[in-house]
């Protein structure tokens, strides 16, 4: 079982940025972030992949998200630059144990979900 903790969320204004953490109580084979918007599913936004350091970016953050990790494998980071209103929704830290997937369902380990609010 493997536990994870978010931070760093919160309301900024657009164009702002803002920096996510999470750290894990194990090992995983990927660390990343989803995010839910009110009344909308899930959706993916990065992951790492630990083995390689291979990252993934949905299309709509890809140049202003940046996913990152440290050495001990047990903390992903999400730099986030120019944010927007569409932006906002709760980040959910993921995890994953077996598998590299941008599908929620194969999703084996969520954090708490951290609130970020982008002011237009």
């Known amino acids: 079982q493997v536990q994870l903790a978010e931070s760093g969320g919160g309301l900024v204004q657009a164009g702002a940025s803002l920096r996510l953490s999470c750290a894990a109580s194990?090992?995983?084979?990927?660390m990343g972030w989803f995010r839910q918007a009110p009344g909308q599913p899930r959706e993916f936004v990065a992951l790492?992949?630990?083995?390689?350091?291979?990252?993934y970016y949905a299309e709509s953050v890809k140049g202003r998200f940046t996913v990152s990790g440290d050495n001990a494998r047990t903390t992903v980071y999400l730099q986030m630059n120019n944010l927007t209103s569409e932006d906002t929704a709760v980040y959910y830290c993921?995890?994953?144990?077996?598998?590299?997937?941008?599908?929620?369902?194969?999703?084996?380990?969520w954090g708490q979900g951290t609130q970020v609010t982008v002011s237009s």
């Open positions: 790492i992949r630990w083995m390689d350091g291979t990252t």
């Open positions: 993921s995890g994953t144990t077996r598998t590299t997937t941008v599908r929620p369902a194969g999703v084996g380990y």
């Open positions: 194990g090992r995983t084979l990927t």
